[in-house]
């Protein structure tokens, strides 16, 4: 999965993500802040959920800006981001109960 962020007058910034990799700090930021499990928040973001798409925003640029927190980038246009759906993750969906035939 890959996220644009591209506002007006400034340079696009992109990153890829796979959730295999967040790390625990992440993780738990998300669920925290969310109140949902690591795995709905990414089922949410194949849905397109703004605040999930968001929670990733945030999750990502703190990388760069420690201080920053969640309220920062809940005024955030729609149109100044884009998923991509790189096809290099492998999100399982939770509801989804069903076994490859084999």
């Known amino acids: 999965m890959k996220l ?7 340079v696009p910034q992109e990153w890829g993500f796979d959730q295999e990799e967040m790390t625990g700090d992440q993780a738990i930021l ?3 802040t969310l109140g949902v499990t690591s795995l ?8 397109g959920s703004m605040k999930a798409m ?16 969640f309220a920062d980038v809940t005024g955030i246009k729609v149109s100044y981001m884009t998923v991509v759906d790189d096809g290099d993750d492998e999100t399982p969906d939770p509801k989804d109960d069903s076994v490859a035939a084999t």
């Open 54 to 69: 968001l929670a990733l925003l945030w999750v990502l640029r703190r990388e760069q800006e420690p201080d920053l927190v």
């Open 30 to 32: 998300v669920e925290d």
């Open 40 to 47: 709905e928040w990414a089922a949410q973001l194949q849905k």
């Open 4 to 10: 644009i962020y591209a506002p007006p007058g400034e």
